[in-house]
């Protein structure tokens, strides 16, 4: 006879305290892959250091037996009590979470206003991961010593080592990765080079050196860039010939009255060339952390230069009849640098590979693109020559485009009348956006870019095809429209038939955040996946996220300007809510704003939340082929007519699980 299992009590609920939640799940701090983004927090530290115009040196040390240092002569980390917690200020940072100096954003006089580190974890997860952790800290005449062993516990307790001359100040830092947390314990030496290579370009004023130890002797490395970003970017292209002189530019709010957006300090440093040939370069960063993946603010370089170059070739009339230049034509032959600052920005994930500040977009596009037109209106020949190269590249696009639009149709379209069609007759850049109702379709009309958004606006619930035939199908004007729309005929996956009349890459459901708008994401997901599967495997079908909320955060002085946030539940205006807290925003201070529906929304709003393409937020509709099977059987039990019993059990066994937004 089966025992019964002992009493749910609060003995059974575990506080993950101080670095425990890293050691639980590290692949949510750090790049469990090898140690490199462990020792790259201390480099962005001390390199924050030299950001703020204290640091001049800085030197990393990698060493034979797996450890890596960081020394800096920046003002040493504080070493004195710390008010709340009673223990070194620097034992604190070290071991507690979401601690540091750099949340202040809105004190014009914080020690960090600029910086690289947000979340106050990086340095723990250093010592969280690290075998042995050494720090040692000049200030103030005199040096200190802290030692931390056996994932960031303290072993040697602060203690003052020996004086200093009152000038001198630094942190030296030596850390021993534990190989249990990473699937390499060794150090990556070329992505060490690049990243203090880069560094020594966005910090002019700061010599940063490598070495590498072998063989007992430490083999060094420097680099210093006096001239910046042209010195860099020179190197960077290499033996590539550009069409134009490389176009360089440096561009911040000097003070708040030149924007109600951005604060004093915001803004962006360039270079841009066009080449004909050879592989481009392409690198970003935020506040000088590398984002690979690039996010926001590359897309509003793309964007500033486009409206620019754009408008240079209208003003000079060097367009051809019936071709259109899109962004793709400008960028695709273009090596660029990029480094913005910005006071609070948002990365996608705490190895900040991508920045996704909504705010990111209108930052760089609002710095770059006057001094860019400036510039071509200035260099009249230089222009000439970048805009004749974009040119060839549209020029080539375009007929790329139209031989596979002949092989793809044969005769005329008919598409359905309530379809408001994109200009672009190229599949692979264009979306289709099936939008809940006309008031809501309206706005989407109106906030879309009409070059490669397209619009279908239904008219109420769509029918649950579940069970319907597929040659009655039509006999529903929505689905007819559907289906007409996106060029695609209803289909089984094992049938034979392919998708090369699908007008659209991206078909995207667009339904209010509420609980009518999830029914009609439902019931066209349930279209799709009975009898367009091949839409969905092929990573055609998104759903779109609008916001529910919006946060409206007033001025907090010349230090921070208004701002409007966006949350996509109740969940996340929960953290929006607490991080502006942890800021200082006094409570009651924001306003918050349900959106009662897409219609409500005004076109720029909705541009900016849901439709732009640098800022939105979708989720792309995937099926593994492994749970396919599955898949049916729920889709079988939640849609089928004669399985209502089923439901209503599922409801009373896991209904308590649903967080359904019923207000």
């Known amino acids: 006879m089966a025992t019964k299992s002992r009493a749910y009590t609060a003995e059974d609920i575990e506080i993950l305290e101080d670095l425990t939640p890293i050691l639980h799940r590290p692949g949510m701090y750090t790049d469990p892959s090898n140690p490199n983004h462990a020792l790259i927090e ?3 530290n001390a390199s924050d250091e ?17 450890s890596a240092s960081v020394e800096d002569d920046g003002r040493g980390i504080p070493v004195d009590i710390h008010p709340k917690k009673k223990v070194p200020a620097v034992q604190v940072i070290f071991t507690t979470l979401h601690s540091g100096g750099k949340f202040r954003k809105t004190d014009k006089d914080a020690a960090y206003r600029i910086a690289g580190g947000l979340h106050g974890v990086g340095v723990c997860v250093t010592n ?8 040692e800290v000049r ?15 303290v072993k040697e307790p602060l203690i003052k080592i020996g004086t200093v001359p009152p000038r001198e100040s630094g942190t030296r830092l030596r850390f021993w990765p534990d190989p249990k947390y990473f699937d390499s314990a060794k150090i990556v030496p070329a992505e060490i080079a690049a990243l203090l290579r880069a560094k020594a370009m966005l910090l002019p004023g700061v010599r940063f050196t490598l070495g590498v130890e072998k063989a007992g002797k430490i083999e060094i490395t420097e680099w210093h860039f006096p001239e910046g970003i042209r010195g860099y970017f020179s190197t960077a292209i290499g033996a590539l010939e550009p069409v134009a002189e490389p176009f360089f530019g440096e561009r911040y709010i000097a003070a708040q009255s030149e924007s109600d957006s951005f604060a004093e300090g915001e803004g962006a440093l360039w270079a841009i060339a066009w080449t004909p040939e050879g592989e481009i370069v392409a690198e970003s960063y935020v506040n000088m952390i590398p984002t690979r993946h690039g996010g926001t603010h590359v897309s509003g370089l793309r964007e500033g230069v486009y409206n620019a170059i754009r408008n240079f070739i ?14 793709e034509d400008v960028w695709s032959r273009a090596s660029y640098v990029l480094s913005v600052k910005m006071l609070d920005p948002q990365f996608k994930g705490q190895v900040k590979n991508e920045l996704i500040s909504r705010d990111g977009v209108k930052l760089t596009s609002q710095m770059v693109r006057d001094p860019f037109e400036l510039w071509l209106s200035q260099n009249v020949d230089e222009g000439k020559r970048i805009a004749e190269l ?7 696009r375009t007929r790329a485009a139209q031989k596979v639009e002949r092989r793809k149709t044969s005769g005329v379209a008919v598409l359905p009348g309530k379809l408001t069609d994109c200009a672009s007759d190229d599949p692979d850049r264009n979306e289709l956006f099936i939008v809940e109702g006309d008031s809501a379709g309206g706005s989407a009309k109106q906030a879309r870019d009409k070059e490669f958004q397209a619009v279908l606006p239904l008219k109420g619930k769509p029918k649950n095809t579940w069970q319907d035939e597929q040659a009655t199908l039509f006999s529903n004007k929505e689905i007819e429209a559907i289906a007409m729309a996106i060029g695609v005929d209803p289909h089984k996956l094992a049938d034979p038939s392919d998708l090369s009349g699908l007008r659209y890459r991206k078909l995207v459901i667009l339904a209010d955040a509420d609980v009518d708008g999830s029914h009609i994401q439902v019931l066209l ?11 969905i495997h092929g990573g055609h079908v998104y759903v779109a996220q609008p916001p529910l909320f919006r946060i409206d955060v007033p001025s907090m002085g010349k230090g921070k300007p208004a701002r409007k946030l966006y949350a996509l539940d109740r969940l996340e205006l929960e953290g929006i809510e607490e991080k502006l807290a942890d800021e200082g925003v006094k409570e009651g201070n924001w306003a918050v704003s349900r959106f009662k529906g897409l219609g409500e929304m005004s076109p720029e709003q909705l541009w900016e939340t849901t439709l732009n393409p640098d800022t939105r937020r979708m989720l792309p509709v995937r099926v593994d082929d492994a749970a396919l099977e599955q898949d049916l059987e729920v889709f079988n039990m939640m849609m089928a007519r004669e399985n209502a019993s089923q439901r209503r059990e599922w409801m009373e066994e896991y209904g308590n699980l649903v967080d359904a937004d019923i207000s």
């Open 42 to 44: 201390v480099v962005d």
């Open 50 to 66: 030299g950001l703020a115009g204290f640091a001049k040196n800085i030197s990393v040390i990698l060493f034979e037996d797996g």
């Open 128 to 135: 969280a991961l690290a075998t042995r952790l050494e720090v």
């Open 139 to 153: 200030r103030d005449g005199a040096a200190h010593r802290l030692v931390f062993g056996d994932n960031g516990k």
């Open 314 to 327: 209208d003003h000079h009339a060097m367009g051809q009849r019936g071709l259109k230049v899109v962004s």
């Open 390 to 396: 974009v040119m060839r590249q549209a020029v080539a």
């Open 525 to 535: 997901l349930t279209l799709f996946f009975r009898h367009f599967p091949k839409l």
